[in-house]
């Protein structure tokens, strides 16, 4: 069983779109993430949910809003896409704060 | 300012060689270390991490690292690399005695791998 899934894998859309990643964690872990892998593979954390409670919101543009429906998921949901938005999106999970993270294995957003 | 450093870009290895990636934090207080592989085209798999206790770490897939306090250092080593290793590693920190606990990246390094 996955521990950590995304959807979709690929994305690739117009600018001005709106679109949803989703995901998922079967480990019964409290905190889940987002984070942002641009084209030079760097990485950077974009938002942090602790038993559906937002912890850590970065600079990240207004049009980015995660939602936690649940414990399980946190979806991210981006309005009016840029091309600047293309990336690799990984979503993790960890059973607390500071404990370790397990990834998810990454959407790749293209937006043309 | 807090940083974590990956000094090398770019590591190319012969099979069957050693492998020894490096890793410098800058932090007041020594963070919680850990180290991720990425396979192409994959999400990351941690490899192994260091909250405290013994500084010579060891993780899966024959990877070892050394936590140094001196040179603030954790670098990841493997004795004898497989092709399979190729792959991008990164290094990454949560500072201790934040509120946030957020998991910084080094911006990784390329590891190739010769038959």
């Known amino acids: 069983d996955t521990a950590v899934s995304q959807t979709p894998k690929y994305l690739v859309t117009q600018m001005g779109n709106d679109k949803s990643i989703k995901c998922e964690q079967n480990l019964g872990h409290d905190t889940m993430y987002w984070y942002k892998q641009d084209s030079k593979k760097f990485l950077k954390i974009m938002f942090s949910?602790?038993?559906?409670?937002?912890?850590i919101n970065e600079t990240v543009p207004n049009r980015f809003s995660p939602k936690s429906p649940d414990k399980a998921h946190l979806n991210l949901h981006i309005n009016s896409l840029e091309l600047g938005d293309s990336a690799v999106y990984f979503c993790a999970s960890s059973q607390a704060l500071a404990d370790t993270q397990y990834f998810g294995p990454g959407t790749r957003l293209t937006v043309l | 300012a807090q940083s974590v450093t990956q000094p090398d870009i770019h590591i190319t290895v012969s099979e069957g060689a050693s492998l020894e990636l490096r890793c410098n934090y800058s932090?007041?207080?020594?963070?919680?270390l850990f180290w991720y592989v990425q396979s192409p085209g994959q999400g990351l798999q941690l490899l192994l991490k260091?909250?405290?206790?013994?500084?010579l770490v060891q993780g899966i897939k024959g990877f070892e690292a050394e936590f140094k306090r001196s040179q603030s250092s954790f670098n990841l080593r493997k004795p004898s690399v497989h092709w399979s290793d190729a792959a991008e590693y990164f290094c990454?920190?949560?500072?201790?005695?934040?509120?946030?606990?957020?998991?910084?990246f080094g911006a990784g390094t390329t590891v190739t791998v010769r038959a």
């Open positions: 990454a920190v949560v500072p201790r005695g934040s509120n946030d606990y957020k998991l910084s």
């Open positions: 260091y909250f405290s206790g013994d500084t």
């Open positions: 949910y602790n038993n559906k409670e937002l912890i």
């Open positions: 932090y007041g207080a020594t963070p919680y």
